[in-house]
């Protein structure tokens, strides 16, 4: 009896090890490519006639691309806050890039709602969780919320602290602090170290690949350069140098595509694709969307987007459901078999969507900017007015519909997306109800999240009261 209950519960232990095992490998790694300042129409399975992104186009094909992909900030830092949090700008405080106030104080009419610079670490972050939850995590390039983010939940740091921009693609990188190896320039140099993160490492993994590139400085590809200088511009897309780094950046994710294939990883990988703000108007543009990073306007929002995961997601599909980097997260989760209820997030798992569950995801989606962020160029953009990428307010889009506010002025405007896409024609007096319907949405949001709205007059303002 005694020999018999020994090998009964021998039996049962070896079943339970082999059952925790099989769930172990089942667990899909996670990668998040999240490229920097890469606009919606800056690659080619997006429309762009100029850009030349094979690899990305490819992996693109493999999966759902949504249409209407948004980041939930148009700048760099609170993008990025609220992809690690799962929640909106108001619950971390990161609004901008320090400080708070940019431009001139005498053209600012409010005093800004102090930002904040640094991630608070008591927020429950996405690496965090998943490194809790048996995934070795690794951080590879730009990081942008603190000095180090192996405080962050990462156990694997390549080249990340709170620097928002190198200030050379070339060596010395000066303020980007990286193991170096064969490669010289900057994003190659991040995604070698990143391979061999994946060479390396055993399942489960997630990589946050989050390269510096393509944002400023431009600093040429010199042998690419001259492939793009034989091509004819394409609505306003004609930067060699910039189209160098896409074009160069789009060869990086090829060797890692090659990588999850060459150690069978790829097909037990979620895969999501999208960049953390628009392109930089006057390098590039994204028509028909108006203005870029750093406006509210779409082309400032508005992202290129994809998922790929072998088996769960069909390839070659699209959604124009809208979506916002805060759904990263849950969505993340939700396939990593990890439970989203103890966290406390404002996105929505897509995997619904993702597996063509449903066709329509009916909910509000917000945006709330109470800072300043001047102008790069007052002879060429395409914002509110000449001296602002954007003023203090916040935006909602419900459906086909998008309503801006402004603090300062209680200016709103209202756009039908599906049929102005550009945003050029404000039906606000030609909708109030419609208008109405969305402020109150607004209202009721900005309640809900505890949003600071700033109403302080500055004393230094030398325009109209």
């Not at 998943?130 to 740091?157: M, R």
């Amino acid at each position: 009896m005694r020999f018999s209950l020994i090998i009964s519960a021998f039996l049962l232990a070896l079943m339970c090890s082999c059952n925790n095992k099989q769930e172990h490998t089942l667990k899909p790694n996670i990668i998040i490519i999240n490229v920097d300042d890469l606009g919606w129409k800056d690659v080619g399975f997006m429309g762009s006639e100029y850009y030349e992104t094979p690899n990305i186009d490819y992996l693109s094909s493999l999966g759902m691309v949504f249409t209407n992909g948004y980041a939930s900030a148009s700048n760099c830092a609170p993008s990025r806050a609220c992809l690690m949090t799962g929640q909106w700008t108001p619950r971390h405080g990161i609004y901008t890039v320090s400080p708070s106030t940019r431009g001139k104080s005498e053209d600012r009419k409010l005093i800004p709602i102090k930002n904040t610079h640094t991630l608070a670490p008591e927020h429950n972050i996405l690496p965090e969780v998943l490194q809790n939850n048996g995934y070795i995590t690794c951080h590879a390039g730009k990081w942008h919320l603190s000095d180090n983010p192996l405080e962050y939940g990462f156990d694997v740091n390549i080249g990340g602290n709170h620097a928002g921009l190198p200030r050379s693609y070339y060596p010395p990188y000066k303020n980007v602090k990286i193991e170096i190896g064969n490669s010289q320039y900057l994003t190659d140099l991040v995604m070698e170290n990143a391979l061999k993160f994946v060479d390396t490492i055993s399942s489960p993994f997630y990589l946050n690949y989050s390269p510096y590139a393509v944002h400023v400085p431009i600093m040429a590809v010199d042998s690419i350069v001259p492939k793009y200088e034989k091509k004819s511009p394409w609505n306003g897309q004609g930067n060699a140098e910039y189209a160098s780094m896409v074009d160069n950046l789009d060869r990086n994710i090829g060797l890692l595509i090659l990588k999850l294939k060459e150690k069978s990883l790829f097909d037990n990988t979620l895969i999501v694709f999208t960049s953390d703000n628009g392109g930089l108007y006057g390098i590039t543009k994204q028509k028909p969307l108006r203005a870029g990073k750093g406006s509210y306007y779409e082309g400032g929002i508005r992202e290129p987007f994809f998922f790929v995961l072998n088996g769960k997601i069909k390839s070659n599909i699209k959604s124009d459901v809208p979506i916002t980097n805060l759904d990263i997260f849950p969505t993340v989760l939700n396939y990593a078999g990890i439970n989203t209820s103890t966290h406390n997030l404002d996105g929505n798992s897509l995997a619904p969507v993702l597996e063509e569950k449903v066709q329509t995801f009916e909910r509000p989606l917000f945006w709330h900017f109470p800072v300043y962020l001047q102008a790069y160029n007052v002879n060429d953009n395409e914002t509110r007015d000449a001296l602002f990428r954007t003023r203090p307010g916040s935006v909602i889009r419900k459906g086909d519909w998008k309503l801006h506010y402004y603090f300062e002025d209680d200016g709103v405007e209202l756009y039908n997306l599906s049929e102005d896409i550009g945003e050029r024609n404000n039906l606000t007096e030609a909708n109030p109800e419609k208008t109405e319907e969305l402020l109150e949405l607004l209202r009721k949001w900005w309640k809900d999240t505890n949003a600071p709205i700033p109403t302080e007059l500055n004393p230094d303002y030398v325009g109209e009261i």
